[in-house]
């Protein structure tokens, strides 16, 4: 029987109180932190034809026992962050063609 296939489905409250859906990709942990790799998820056909398909990549922070997913602000860890994903994500979606 096929694996099935049940995503990691996250709801993020922004800084204007508004809610988003997201699925969480991957999570990885480096020296300089924790991060997730989301993708938009929407109920709304249109808002599916006009995403743009890029992946949301936030660091995890934990203040007073919350959890918040912020921002990367410093550049040249944002590149080298969305690199190791884009390493782990296409070994693991694409190991299958090769």
Excluded: W
């Excluded at 099935?4 to 990885?28: A, C, K």
């Excluded at 969305?82 to 296409?90: I, K, N, P, Q, V």
């Amino acid at each position: 029987m096929a694996e099935e296939y049940n995503p990691d489905i996250v709801s993020v409250i922004d800084e204007d109180g508004v809610e988003h859906t997201f699925e969480e990709l991957d999570r990885i942990e480096t020296d300089d932190g924790r991060y997730v790799a989301l993708l938009p998820v929407y109920d709304d056909a249109e808002d599916i034809i006009d995403d743009d398909g890029e992946i949301i990549i936030l660091q995890v922070e934990e203040e007073n026992g919350e959890t918040y997913l912020c921002p990367i602000e410093d550049e040249k860890k944002f590149d080298e962050v969305g690199r190791l994903f884009e390493d782990r994500l296409a070994n693991l979606f694409f190991e299958d063609e090769q």
